[in-house]
């Protein structure tokens, strides 16, 4: 067994020494009671021949029945302390082994959650970065002037433009211009994707969007499958494009942009630090607010299935299925103006 850490020149001993601690001692008082049983045993049968043999000598074996009359009395009294003491020391340490194992469970439920808060803090901030992208792109004096003024050659410009930042952010598949009835005029990369033209008015960023009070704002759509986009799964954010590229300017149209939402998740989820020895029967995974799963590191199909969380209406925590599986999960805390999606980063432990 090997020795915990020192601090302060004390042993600290963790949870794990305690359980097998506990298993020792288990086995070690179980040793000793079978030796006193087998002594016990052999005292009975002592008395037991003595008895035999002192009815063989008649009245001169008389003294020596009394001998072994009372070595057959302190062998039943020597088994009744040895059953009693067994009772007593299996109640006690199985008293011991339930409480330590409870709080190993403990333990590993609040790594657990640990760990979910880690997935959903990352995706957090790096979505948080996106609210920032689409707000200040939507500034751009390109997009702007297309669509204050719609032409082919402002279009042209605006997708050059657009394709600009698309090289330099490779999260992206692709940024679209729309006019306010939700008409896409211009996007990124026309050459993989030709949705000029595309209405897009009934798209839920869309319809939230158009209705942004300032260029401040943002909106975002559910994780999502995108025909236009050669039905990839993205995260859409979308803040509308005003007049002159001011806050408060007239609204002129949107800027959707399109996060490239599975490869990106995927890293995340596959990269929370889960023990080697724990991975096969782990899974850490995206839920948002409709439950749906949007990410797993199990390879698990993705928007199609839902998990159902019973967070007792708690922001966090754990709790054991009747199976033996350990869920534990962890509401979006949000990460400064990005206020979180009601997604939860959830950890599945399956029973060794």
């Given at each position: 067994m090997s020795a915990g850490p020192n601090v302060g020149g004390e042993h600290t001993v963790s949870i794990s020494e305690l359980i097998e601690l506990?298993?020792?001692?288990?086995?070690?008082?179980?040793?000793?009671?079978?030796?006193?049983?087998?002594?016990?045993g052999s005292l009975r049968m002592l008395a037991l021949n003595a008895m035999i043999e002192s009815?063989?000598?008649?009245?001169?074996?008389?003294?020596?029945?009394?001998?072994?009359?009372?070595?057959r009395e302190i062998a039943a009294n020597v088994g009744l302390i040895s059953e009693q003491l067994q009772k007593e020391l299996t109640a006690q340490i199985d008293s011991l082994s339930a409480h330590t194992q409870s709080m190993a469970n403990a333990a590993m439920g609040t790594r657990m959650v640990d760990l979910?808060?880690?997935?959903?803090?990352?995706?957090?901030?790096?979505?948080?970065?996106r609210t920032c992208d689409v707000r200040w792109w939507a500034t751009d004096s390109a997009v702007v002037d297309c669509a204050a003024n719609v032409t082919p050659?402002?279009?042209?410009?605006?997708?050059?433009?657009?394709?600009?930042?698309?090289?330099?952010?490779?999260v992206y598949l692709d940024?679209?211009?729309?006019?306010?009835?939700?008409?896409?005029?211009?996007?990124?990369?026309?050459?993989?994707y030709s949705i000029a033209g595309l209405d897009v008015s009934q798209e839920p960023w869309f319809v939230q969007a158009v209705r942004l009070q300032s260029g401040d704002d943002y909106a975002v759509g559910d994780i999502s499958v995108a025909p236009g986009l050669k039905g990839a799964q993205v995260a859409t954010y979308a803040a509308s494009v005003r007049a002159g590229g001011e806050s408060h300017g007239a609204p002129l149209g949107v800027l959707a942009i399109h996060f490239d939402w599975a490869p990106q998740a995927e890293t995340i989820v596959r990269g929370v630090r889960i023990e080697p020895?724990?991975?096969?029967?782990?899974?850490?995974?995206?839920?948002?607010?409709?439950?749906?799963?949007?990410?797993?590191s199990d390879g698990a199909e993705t928007l199609d299935q839902r998990l159902q969380i019973e967070t007792g209406n708690q922001s966090h925590g754990?709790?054991?299925?009747?199976?033996?599986?350990?869920?534990?999960?962890?509401?979006?805390?949000g990460y400064e103006t990005y206020r979180g999606l009601g997604w939860h980063g959830v950890i599945v432990r399956r029973p060794g």
């Open positions: 506990t298993n020792d001692l288990r086995t070690s008082a179980a040793d000793k009671i079978s030796g006193i049983q087998r002594v016990t009815a063989r000598a008649g009245p001169h074996g008389r003294g020596f029945s009394v001998v072994a009359a009372e070595v979910a808060l880690n997935a959903i803090e990352i995706i957090d901030r790096n979505l948080y970065e050659q402002s279009s042209a410009y605006a997708s050059k433009r657009l394709g600009v930042i698309l090289n330099a952010y490779t940024l679209w211009l729309c006019d306010l009835h939700g008409k896409v005029l211009a996007n990124g990369r026309p050459d993989r020895e724990e991975r096969d029967r782990t899974a850490v995974l995206l839920v948002d607010a409709h439950r749906r799963v949007i990410a797993s754990f709790y054991t299925r009747p199976d033996g599986t350990t869920v534990a999960f962890h509401a979006t805390p």
